[in-house]
């Protein structure tokens, strides 16, 4: 569970996912990746307990 895990692993965690998420920009059409972002942003939701798309100020999509 994302809430146990140390700083850390949630720092190398996001990093992760981060550059999926760039790889994934360039090979997707921008519905594909905005529908993948909000699918991201839903799981850290719901892993965390926080709304992950309104916390980064990004108009619920970060």
């Not at 760039?22 to 594909?32: L, P």
């Not at 905005?34 to 926080?50: D, F, K, P, W, Y």
């Amino acid at each position: 569970m994302l809430l146990s895990a140390s700083d850390e692993d949630v720092l190398a965690a996001a990093e992760a996912l981060g550059e999926e998420l760039a790889a994934a920009n360039s090979d997707a059409s921008e519905f594909q990746f905005t529908t993948m972002l909000r699918q991201c942003n839903e799981a850290i939701t719901e892993e965390t307990g926080v709304e992950y798309g309104q916390v980064c100020d990004a108009g619920g999509c970060c």
